[in-house]
């Protein structure tokens, strides 16, 4: 008499592997979508941290006539402030940009995708010698955030902004790493408007972009700060008036 062994055929393994293949490609794809948003929050959640940081910075340190200041961007990786030696200015320019000085701040060094993150700030309001006040002018030659590159239909998403914080996102195009060296280049004029100097309108980089990610075309994240909560903060500590 024959006896069934009980085991599987050739084809029978085939379409069970078939099966499991499908189910582990079926897996992967929410996997990496879940590990994407992961960075997209916890680099979120550090802008925020950051934005604290800087007011905490401001709190703490004033400047020669007793006001307080915040401080100027990282231009050479070594997550410290730099300032020109001759006037302890940021730059000579009306605003000064770099890497957040993460080291000076207590913060990560790098967002979730392992670059810096990106600091832009108004020199009168990082200024060691004269610090800032509720007089302190927030309307000309302020930071502005729009919701698109293009000048003819862009609209103001916020304005008179004392600094703006952001991150390169997950291609980091535009971004400086942790090497000291840029990143390759963004490739859409969006991205571009918020890369380190290499804004769309080179006579006027005071600008920026935010709005939601575009697949192939903007993955950057960008926070700011108005000068309202800015003065609040302070005179809520007892810094100002």
């Known amino acids: 008499m024959k006896r069934d062994t009980g085991g599987f055929t050739l084809v029978e393994l085939a379409v069970a592997l078939v099966i499991v293949t499908l189910l582990l490609g079926g897996l992967l794809m929410p996997l990496s979508a879940q590990m994407e948003q992961k960075n997209y929050n916890d680099t979120r959640q550090q802008l925020a941290e950051a934005r604290e940081a800087l007011l905490g910075y401001a709190m703490t340190h004033a400047a020669a006539d007793g006001k307080p200041y915040l401080p100027c961007p990282d231009i050479n990786n070594d997550g410290k402030e730099d300032r020109i030696a001759a006037t302890l200015k940021c730059s000579a320019a009306n605003s000064a940009e770099g890497a957040l000085p993460w080291s000076d701040l207590g913060l990560q060094a790098t967002d979730a995708w392992g670059n810096r993150l990106h600091y ?5 309001f990082a200024d060691v010698n004269t610090g800032f ?3 302190t002018p927030t309307s000309s030659n302020a ?3 729009y919701d698109s590159s293009d000048s003819g239909t862009r609209k103001t998403v916020a304005t008179g902004l004392p600094l703006v914080l952001l991150s390169h996102g997950p291609n980091g195009f535009g971004a400086l790493n ?6 390759a280049a963004p490739t859409t004029a969006d991205e ?5 100097g290499s804004d769309a309108d080179s006579s006027n980089d005071d600008w920026f972009v935010m709005h939601a990610p575009v697949q192939n075309d903007f993955d ?12 609040n903060r302070m005179v809520t500590a007892g810094k100002l008036p």
């Open 120 to 124: 832009r700030v108004l020199n009168r």
């Open 133 to 135: 006040s509720l007089s």
């Open 143 to 145: 930071l502005t955030v």
């Open 178 to 183: 942790v090497s000291g060296g840029l990143n």
């Open 192 to 196: 571009l408007a918020n890369a380190d």
């Open 220 to 231: 950057d994240i960008v926070v700011w700060l108005p000068a309202a909560v800015l003065f």
